[in-house]
């Protein structure tokens, strides 16, 4: 009976031990409870692409994310993934890719932002099946930009304009927002200072149509048990 008692101290140490690496490696634990098995992912700071941020600075790192999404999606014990988001962007094809990643997935997927999903975090939020954002956060949309050195020619502008119509046109294949009202957000002169975009709140995210509703954890739990729930039945048919 002790030894009974000892094992499964060993494996709900094992248990605790592996989720907290996981936390530590991509910002992502698995809650279990009687009715679903439900993967929480964080994708917070900024998107690292293909060069490495400094090590002072909070990052994201798709080389994590996209095989993690693979592996959620062929595991048959995690029901749904909720993406939790507060980040300031980043590396634009990184988090292109990973947007497309959860967008394909065939797995309940909700999203919830808090604090901020700026730039491309816009897509980010987007991709999941539903989506929902706290009153308080904040959303920046604006023109692709780039750091370092730029060759001043119409291919490198040709090149910026169709990444922004990728951009623009991902938001709206995933929420309700018009490629219209988008690039009026995306090109207002009078929001920020020295530069062009928009900054918007929870209420004019989902105002949009950005964003499908305003709500916190709980709300976002919810719509992702509704959808197991759905998930389920229409697998037992």
């Not at 080389?63 to 988001?85: K, M, R």
């Not at 989506?131 to 502008?157: D, K, W, Y």
């Not at 989902?206 to 992702?224: E, N, P, Q, R, T």
């Not at 759905?230 to 037992?236: C, H, P, T, V």
């Amino acid at each position: 009976m002790d030894n009974e008692k000892s094992n499964d101290n060993k494996t709900s140490e094992s248990g605790s031990d592996e989720q907290f690496e996981g936390i530590i490696k991509s910002g992502s634990v698995t809650a279990q409870n009687s009715r679903e098995s439900i993967h929480c992912l964080s994708i917070i700071g900024q998107i690292e692409g293909h060069y490495i941020l400094p090590e002072s600075q909070k990052a994201t790192k798709y080389e994590h994310i996209i095989p993690l999404l693979v592996a959620l999606e062929e595991n048959d014990e995690i029901d749904g993934l909720l993406i939790v988001l507060n980040t300031m962007g980043g590396d634009v094809e990184a988090g292109l890719a990973i947007a497309e990643m959860i967008a394909s997935m065939t797995k309940p997927t909700v999203s919830l932002v808090l604090g901020g999903g700026h730039s491309i975090g816009v897509p980010l939020a987007t991709s999941a099946k539903r989506s929902f954002i706290v009153p308080s956060a904040t959303m920046t949309i604006h023109p692709v930009r780039i750091n370092g050195l730029v060759v001043g020619v119409p291919q490198t502008f040709r090149y910026f304009d169709e990444m922004q119509k990728r951009i623009v046109k991902f938001i709206c294949d995933h929420s309700s927002a018009s490629i219209e009202k988008v690039n009026e957000l995306m090109m207002r002169p009078d929001e920020m200072a020295t530069d062009v975009g928009s900054i918007i709140d929870g209420d004019e995210a989902v105002k949009y149509g950005i964003i499908d509703a305003v709500g916190g954890l709980s709300d976002a739990l919810s719509a992702l048990r509704e959808m197991i729930s759905e998930s389920k039945e229409q697998k037992d048919s």
